[in-house]
């Protein structure tokens, strides 16, 4: 058994409202120094060891992600 930690942001030329939306709050609760925020979203998946690292961009790209709009990132963590 593995875990795998997959990470979907939008991709840079992306409005990302969610993330604009944190860094005005962020803003407005009195910190200072954020000067962006983006937002995605965050998978771990637990798989077996016949899982290969193919299987899971397919994974990546057909379901957790969108595409068009999303670009991610997938890698193994230690337990």
Known sequence: ???VVVDV???PEILD???QAAAGALSRLG???V???RQGKHFELEVDDTVDDETLGKIA???LANPVI???TIRRVEK
Request: net charge negative; charged share 30%.
């Open 35 to 37: 000067t962006e925020v």
């Open 9 to 11: 942001m939008p991709k």
């Open 31 to 33: 910190f200072t120094g």
């Open 17 to 19: 409202p969610q993330g």
């Open 70 to 72: 999303e670009e991610w």
């Open 1 to 3: 058994m593995a875990r």
């Open 61 to 63: 790209e057909g379901f």
